[in-house]
């Protein structure tokens, strides 16, 4: 008997032991809370907002919202809060973090929250109730009766970009997505909102008509187009939003158009040559004109030779030779000192076949 009481207490401290363990996981999987300091506070003063279970080292954005419950969210967006006395926190490697907050009153009256929400990445928020003292307080408006829209997949971006996008034209893409209906009445021709946005900047919203019904309890599948402006690129976040709230969020990386690059490039090296050869097109023409009626530039190579003096050195020529015969030589030469060749006869006075001015005798 002494055992099995020893067996049964053993067993109630393990439970003990293993209560606080499931509800740590519990809190864990209820995903990311929020707790005040204070529940109550008036315009002026401040609280110390905690948080457990986000996104280590995600940055957070803290307000102070009207018109809002933590069931049906900051029912008419950031434009419900006092975003001038935001704060902005980044949680630590568990995902807490603790943050100092002034109270002041939101531009709605109450009832109010304190909401914190995620600025990148995954979208996450949690809502604490807060009353501002002092601050106005009015019922929340009825919720609207009849169909509800859900997203019920992921949402993706289909399409790719062409050789126009390279060169700056507007990227553009499909955001494909299931919804169901979870309300009590059909939907017909529901108007979305898409809206894209880039860093921390707020979407930029653009309404568009699914055409069909949506029964109680039905789904359908919707193609929505998105363009973005011409030479857009960086991070962007593609939003979903239905009846003022955003049902669904999907990030867009678009690549820089190096086209536009390239083509700048070429511009700053092809205008400043034109431009030269322009200018020396007209300095050329309006340059005054040489003897002759030539125009130059420079020194021409032919006139640089004109100029330069002339280093030959002159070979003397040889003094002409009379021609011989080639089997005679100079001194063998038959023709004598006179250089006949004919046969010899007698010049004397006395010879008979010698005329004289006087003629014959």
């Given amino acids: 008997m002494t055992g099995k009481v020893r067996m049964a207490a053993l067993l109630a401290v393990l439970a003990l032991l293993m209560l606080p363990l499931s509800a740590g996981a519990a809190t864990a999987a209820d995903g990311p ?5 204070k ?8 609280i110390t907002v905690r948080g457990s279970g986000w996104r280590s080292h995600a940055l957070l954005m803290l307000l102070i919202c009207g018109q809002s419950v933590p069931s049906r969210g900051v029912i008419g967006g950031t434009n419900s809060c006092a975003n001038a006395d935001g704060r902005a926190v980044t949680t630590d490697a568990k995902g807490t973090f603790s943050k100092k907050l002034p109270v002041s009153e939101p531009p709605v009256p109450c009832p109010c929250v304190v909401h914190v929400a995620t600025v990148t990445g995954a979208k996450a928020d949690a809502d604490a109730i807060f009353q501002v003292a002092g601050h106005a307080v009015e019922p929340l408006p009825a919720e609207p009766a009849g169909g509800r829209l859900t997203v019920l997949t992921d949402t993706r971006l289909d399409g790719s970009s062409g050789l126009l996008t390279w060169f700056g034209a507007p990227p553009s893409r499909t955001l494909v997505f299931t919804v169901g209906n979870v309300g009590t009445t059909p939907v017909k021709n529901p108007v979305l909102q898409v809206g894209t946005s880039h860093g921390v900047f707020a979407p930029q919203w653009e309404d568009q008509q699914w055409h069909g019904t949506i029964k109680p309890g ?10 973005l402006t011409a030479g857009a ?7 979903l939003k239905y009846s003022g709230k955003v049902l669904a969020e999907q990030p867009w990386g678009v690549g820089r158009p190096w086209g ?49 003096p002339k280093f030959t050195s002159r070979v003397p020529e040889a003094p002409p030779s009379a021609s011989t015969l080639p ?3 100079p001194d063998s030469d038959p023709g004598g000192a006179d250089g006949r060749l004919s046969a010899p006869h007698d010049d004397s006075p006395t010879s008979r076949t010698t005329p004289t001015r006087k003629g014959p005798t």
């Fill in 327 to 329: 089997w005679f030589t």
């Fill in 33 to 37: 809370s929020v707790k005040l300091s």
């Fill in 39 to 46: 529940s109550q506070a008036g315009t002026g003063g401040s």
């Fill in 260 to 308: 536009v690059t390239v083509f700048w490039v070429l511009v700053c090296l092809v205008v400043p040559a034109a431009v030269f050869r322009a200018g020396m097109a007209v300095v050329d023409r309006v340059r005054p004109r040489r003897a002759g009626g030539i125009r130059h530039r420079g020194l021409h190579l032919p006139e640089l030779a004109l100029h330069l």
């Fill in 218 to 227: 039905g789904k359908a599948r919707m193609k929505l187009p998105v363009e």
């Fill in 233 to 239: 690129h960086g991070d962007y976040t593609v939003s």
